[in-house]
């Protein structure tokens, strides 16, 4: 299997914690940069630390920007608890993070791997301000697989994501870069949900991180189902930009335009996805649209159990 270079640019946040996972197993992970978004960036700091460390995950983690481009910070506990990481008993912390600041490790990875992937799954703040100092490092990528927008509703306004809508100024820089964009929006990552069934083969498994990842998974759910109403486990948005580089082949997508709006009273953070084929706005972005969820599931499995040394 190819193993392509990636950094993970997140959040966590409960599915940042099991695409952490997954893009150890799946990819070459290079390293974690944390971003505020889920929490305030203390927290997601510290979460992407327990992450490696429950996990046994040899990567450095690098702290980045704790607020947006502009205005400030915004959070999301009532999806994922006031730590980042409600549910699971977390240990002490005794990972450290790097020094290297998270936009300084992410133009020196580019500089070491020509075909490096960003992917963030946070707000996109850390990659707009990399992408601001060095314009260059747009064309110099594999390309950037995101999580965040949709072409339909939002979830945080009704017309926005989360991760948009937390730095709407960061996602446009991103989106006029330049750069090979794929885009894993609510429209795909609702379709991959976490239901019960999914949660007991991954406790059933047993070892640490499966566990870990059942705890989470566990809580999440039920957070979703508080906040929304939805019943059939909460959707693991972020391993799905992560599976669209280590298994494209999972999902269905199509070539779009895609822009951010960042003055709109109503629509602010809102992806515009032009999905007419108007030959006067050149396609910008491939955007995901269907993910064959069984198999994604059976790829997130294989992942997480490995780092326990596969499943018993």
Known sequence: MSRPPLILDCD???DDALAIMLAASRANLVAITAVSGN??????LVNALLTAQ???IDVEVHEGAAKPLLGEAQHAPYIHGQTGLDGPVLPPLSKAASKVPAVKAILAAAEQHDDLWLVPVGPLTNVAIALTLEPSLAKRLAGI???GGAYGP?????AAEFNIWADPEAAQVVFESGANLILAGLDVTHQFRMN????????AAGGTAATFAADLLTFFSAAY???????GGGPLHDPCAVLAVTDPQLFTSSRRHVAVETAGKLTRGMTVVDRRGDLSKPANTTVLETINADAAFDVLFDAVTALDGGAK
Do not use: D, F, W, Y
């Open 225 to 231: 189902l508080k906040h929304t109403g939805q019943a």
């Open 145 to 147: 697989s995101i999580m």
């Open 12 to 14: 966590p946040g409960h």
């Open 154 to 158: 939002g979830n945080t306004t009704a």
């Open 39 to 44: 929490a305030p960036l203390e927290r997601t």
């Open 196 to 203: 019960a069934a999914r949660v007991a083969r991954l406790r």
């Open 54 to 56: 429950i996990a046994g």
